[in-house]
T-cell receptor
Framework: KAGVTQTPRYLIKTRGQQVTLSCSPI?????VSWYQQTPGQGLQFLFE???????NKGNFPGRFSGRQFSNSRSEMNVSTLELGDSALYLC???????????FGPGTRLTVL | GQSLEQPSEVTAVEGAIVQINCTYQ??????LSWYQQHDGGAPTFLSY????GLEETGRFSSFLSRSDSYGYLLLQELQMKDSASYFC??????????FGSGTQLTVLP
């Protein structure tokens, strides 16, 4: 069974731009979560989607948004990028079991 | 809210046993999970404790005590490939994982 895939793996943007990251979950998994990982703040929850509905959102500004499609693939968007948005963005899927999540390799976003 | 504390670094030698502790504060949760992350890699699920007590999975064991707000991950017969960061994480009704800051384990030959 293929794992979680994320595209692109690396991205360089400048302040003020926007970015869209994509995540394809493990086949059959309907829950997709997004996390931001930085050296200073660690792993922080962004949001979780299940069957195209956002069920929970972390403490991030409205510039961070996401969506899930009918095939469970998910995208997250960050608008008006700031230097502090530089991070590894991780997507995780699960069979609706929050305790066991399967993470993708992440997208390394650098904001210049 | 929820918060978890772990030691930032632990060092041990190959073949030894090491315990990584995790203390937490929360008003309610389903259980405590452990994840391993190698440099440049994705976190991978190791173990989950939904109930108090010990869970064993091969060389790895995890323990939870709800009354003490405490858990640990025990790694036995350490191998060089076990050098990685280890995260404890709480899961709750909010359907999210709240992670600790991670423990960097270094295994020396």
């Amino acid at each position: 069974k293929a794992g979680v895939t994320q595209t692109p793996r690396y991205l360089i943007k400048t302040r003020g731009q926007q970015v869209t990251l994509s995540c394809s979950p493990i086949s059959g998994h309907r829950s997709v979560s997004w996390y931001q990982q930085t050296p200073g703040q660690g792993l922080q929850f962004l949001f979780e989607y299940f069957s195209e509905t956002q069920r929970n959102k972390g403490n991030f500004p409205g510039r961070f948004s996401g969506r899930q499609f009918s095939n469970s693939r998910s995208e997250m968007n960050v608008s008006t990028l700031e230097l502090g948005d530089s991070a590894l963005y991780l997507c995780a899927s699960s069979a609706n079991r929050v305790n066991e999540q399967f993470f993708g390799p992440g997208t390394r976003l650098t904001v210049l | 809210g929820q918060s978890l504390e772990q030691p930032s670094e632990v060092t041990a030698v190959e073949g030894a046993i090491v315990q990584i502790n995790c203390t937490y504060q929360t008003s309610g949760f389903y259980g405590l999970s452990w994840y391993q992350q190698h440099d440049g890699g994705a976190p991978t699920f190791l173990s989950y404790n939904g109930l108090d007590g010990l869970e064993e999975t091969g060389r790895f064991s995890s323990f939870l005590s709800r009354s003490d707000s405490y858990g640990y991950l025990l790694l036995q017969e350490l191998q060089m490939k076990d050098s990685a960061s280890y995260f404890c994480a709480l899961s709750g009704s909010a359907r999210q994982l709240t992670f600790g800051s991670g423990t960097q384990l270094t295994v020396l030959p």
